[in-house]
């Protein structure tokens, strides 16, 4: 018969039934089940799902390069990435040291700059090379001008004098280190490339390599070798402790070639190949550092571990920071490499991710107006930790910046958590947000008791005045799904240390199967030599997945029935062995069916039934009584 709610109250796949209201019933499904936290120490495992999920960070010292901070193989101390943030010291993160001009009173040309540092035992020397002219600062100070008539491709010391190599067809030149006035001579070869390694000179041109002797002629019985290939080009030279590593271009390709010690003369043996680049991959610069040598590439930065037996290169994977690497320097347990976009990125040589992938971040950064031409040609750190790079600008000459001398931060940095997703696509409800600052920059007045010599109450006093945020301040940034942006506090002020705010996002779309969470860090318009510390974030979503409700049928499972009015009207005949096998047929398919409760449509399954016989049906076919339906509605 045609489904009437008025008669028949419910219908299953087309199929009016008769119900037992007082057996009915209809509950939602819990979307959360208790759960067991078997790690070694308690962790975010251990909260109660029924309520809000959590997720934090406290530790950002393996670095950036991580899209998803909470998948099962993501590392919790790494992130995405960050601009103006330093992520170096574990368990927190600030603002990053401004950069400033380091020789606004010189005028660079448009060609590469180099700046190199050399010092002796008692003075620390900056090299500044821009075309033919060299500017020379002694630790630090006013800059002193070296004039030269051709254009310098490469400069060098071994701690005593200063070795300058020049355009091809030029000659080198040889000053005493820290003098900018008397020109020693220095042979009559003329090497591009020029480069005081393990105590010997080094010179290249083209694909010609040989050792240098202290008056600037080829050294007898020792290194002079010719690439096969004439398209060849020496690019960079660095010592090691088991030998020289050369780098060189051949065809679009890079090679890094190792030059030994022949021991039983001391003299340089020819090189041999020690590793090779993929295919249209380049070589700008290398470093040998730690038994690793680093590469500035055409497509990132790479390192090479050193085998101390053959001298060969293990190659790691690229760095791709979305450009090139053109320079390097090393100190400490750091490389730092220049890039595009007038970037410094920095990599950490003790916190590694994957094999020979180390732990980095961007760090320092040309501060101003930036185009995407210009890129970091070359770096120089001193010994008081500051580090210079200069820039080949593409609109204009070159410059040359310097970590700020007075310890200014940059106005304000940002970093990148990754996409959070609480490991399930279940969409979520983000809740709130909060951060835990440095105690010197939130700490509360103390109260302290003093007691007396009498027996009176101990009289409260305080430990110093209460500070709120002094040094700036710090927002959190969620973009949900629809690529809405919410920010805490909005739109402008700081979150007070463990003080959680609200997310609301101006869409109305508060739900999303992720988020993707920036943090904002800014200095103070009156403390631009402080940053504001974050040890730790948390975020707090509450999961919202599509709800499935459970049905209790119970069928008034007879052959005649009556109707919900006009008493005692019966229905069409129902045979009930027939509509039990459909019903069963149902089941055991899976099939998604339509399911109408009055004027309330359900797409359901039949998930169970459960036959309470009272007789056997007139016809003798089976059981007439109660039949149990246990339906589940699918979610639209």
Not at 138 to 161: E, K, Q
Request: aromatic residues 8%; negative net charge; contains cysteine.
């Amino acid at each position: 018969m045609a489904f009437n709610a008025e008669y028949l109250p419910v219908e299953l796949d087309g199929e009016s039934y008769a119900i037992d209201t007082t057996m009915y019933r209809r509950t939602t499904v819990p979307v959360s089940r208790q759960q067991r936290d078997n790690s070694r120490e308690p962790g975010e495992n251990t909260l109660d799902t029924t309520g809000a999920w959590v997720r934090s960070q406290t530790d950002w010292s393996y670095g950036a390069g991580q899209l998803y901070l909470d998948k099962e193989d993501s590392d919790r101390r790494r992130f995405y990435a960050s601009t103006g943030v330093d992520v170096w010291t574990k368990g927190q993160i600030s603002l990053l040291s401004d950069t400033e001009d380091a020789a606004a009173s010189l005028t660079l040309s448009t060609e590469d700059p180099i700046i190199r540092r050399f010092a002796t035992s008692t003075n620390e020397y900056l090299y500044l090379v821009s075309d033919s002219t060299i500017f020379i600062s002694t630790n630090g100070g006013a800059w002193v001008t070296l004039a030269g008539t051709n254009n310098i491709t490469d400069i060098t010391s071994d701690g005593s004098f200063v070795y300058i190599a020049q355009a091809a067809t030029n000659i080198p030149r040889k000053y005493t280190l820290g003098d900018n006035t008397t020109d020693h001579g220095f042979g009559s070869l003329t090497p591009e490339l020029l480069q005081v390694v393990g105590g010997r000179i080094i010179g290249a041109q083209d694909n010609v390599i040989y050792e240098l002797d202290a008056a600037g002629a080829k050294a007898a019985s020792s290194l002079d070798y010719t690439l096969p290939l004439a398209s060849s080009k020496w690019v960079s030279i660095t010592a090691a402790s088991n030998g020289i590593y050369v780098a060189a271009n051949t065809d679009n390709t890079g090679s890094i070639y190792y030059i030994g010690i022949n021991n039983s003369d001391g003299t340089l043996n020819a090189p041999t190949l020690a590793g090779s680049l993929p295919r249209n991959e380049t070589i700008n610069d290398i470093i040998s550092y730690g038994g690793l040598v680093g590469l500035a590439t055409s497509i990132g930065f790479r390192l090479g571990l050193i085998n101390q037996e053959s001298s060969g290169l293990t190659l790691g994977p690229a760095i791709d920071t979305g450009g090139e690497a053109f320079s390097l320097e090393a100190d400490g347990k750091f490389i730092w490499f220049g890039c595009d976009n007038a970037q410094i990125y920095r990599a950490d040589l003790s916190r590694f991710t994957e094999t020979l992938v180390p732990a980095y971040a961007s760090d320092l950064k040309l501060s101003g107006t930036i185009a995407a031409g210009d890129k970091v040609v070359s770096l120089a750190r001193l010994s008081n930790e500051k580090l210079y790079f200069a820039v080949n600008i593409a609109a204009g000459a070159g410059v040359l910046y310097r970590e700020h001398y007075s310890g200014n931060k940059v106005p304000t940095g940002e970093l990148i958590a990754g996409e959070i997703t609480w490991s399930t696509v279940v969409p979520k409800l983000l809740r709130s947000g909060i951060i835990d600052l440095d105690r010197s920059q939130y700490e509360r007045a103390k109260t302290a008791y003093r007691t007396t010599t009498s027996y009176t109450a101990p009289t409260p006093y305080n430990l110093g005045g209460p500070t709120t945020l002094p040094v700036g301040s710090i927002r959190l940034v969620a973009t949900n799904g629809a690529r809405i942006t919410a920010a805490i506090p909005s739109p402008t002020g700081s979150l007070e240390t463990g003080t959680p705010e609200t997310f609301s996002f101006s869409d109305g779309i508060n739900t999303a199967i992720s988020y993707d969470l920036k943090i904002e860090l800014e200095r103070g318009a009156s403390t631009i030599t402080s940053s504001p510390i974050c040890h730790d974030w948390q975020l707090t979503a509450v999961a919202v997945p599509r709800r499935i409700d459970e049905i209790i049928m119970p069928i008034v499972f007879r052959q005649n029935v009556t109707t919900s009015r006009d008493s005692g009207k019966p229905r069409a005949a129902l045979i009930v062995k027939d509509t039990f096998e459909n019903l069963r047929a149902l089941m055991e398919s899976g099939t998604a069916v339509s399911y109408k409760e009055g004027k309330r449509v359900d797409t359901v399954t039949v998930e169970r039934l459960e036959m309470t016989p009272e007789r056997l049906s007139d016809d003798g076919g089976w059981w007439e009584g109660t039949l149990m339906v246990r339906l589940l509605t699918v979610p639209s």
